[in-house]
């Protein structure tokens, strides 16, 4: 049987509104860049983000010192918001199965699917969204979704 891509509105305007630390593992610096601006957005939020780049470790992005892997994050993470390619994916969910102990949920940003990882977590009881993007699903389930479509708060003529 196959299992859905994310659990229904309810469970996730519960998950988006019990998120405290989030790490958006494949962050970018660059300001145009979706894991930029979701991190950023969900910083906005009132969530803690901590940012995971391997090629970016050291640095600070959007407050916070950028850690190389998953092992790295604080242990209060409780969310990982994964924006690498689906064949990345289960590795980092079995090394955050193992290093963050608070870990609730898991998400993978849209057109990212594991459905290995998606059987780990419903193994150990953790939420599971694949091919959604937390910013958007916020934007949607609390009305904050414009007419103009994904309202990131920063106006560029940039491509």
Not at 88 to 114: C, D, R, Y
Request: aromatic fraction near 6%; charge should be positive; glycine fraction near 8%.
């Amino acid at each position: 049987m196959m299992m859905p891509d994310a659990p229904d509105d309810a469970a996730l305007r519960r998950i988006l509104q019990s998120m405290r630390m989030v790490a958006v593992i494949g962050v970018s610096a660059n300001t145009i860049r979706p894991s930029y601006f979701v991190a950023r957005y969900l910083g906005l939020r009132g969530k803690r983000v901590i940012p995971v780049n391997p090629g970016l470790a050291g640095q600070v992005l959007l407050g916070e010192p950028v850690v190389a892997t998953v092992a790295e994050c604080p242990p209060e993470v409780d969310t990982i918001d994964i924006f690498r390619r689906s064949e990345h994916v289960l590795p980092i969910v079995i090394e955050a199965m193992t290093a963050l102990p608070n870990l609730k949920t898991v998400w993978l940003q849209i057109g990212v699917f594991s459905p290995e990882a998606q059987a780990i977590c419903a193994e150990r009881g953790v939420n599971f969204i694949q091919n959604r993007c937390p910013k958007i699903e916020y934007q949607r389930l609390f009305g904050e979704l414009r007419m103009g479509g994904f309202n990131t708060g920063v106006i560029s003529s940039k491509l």
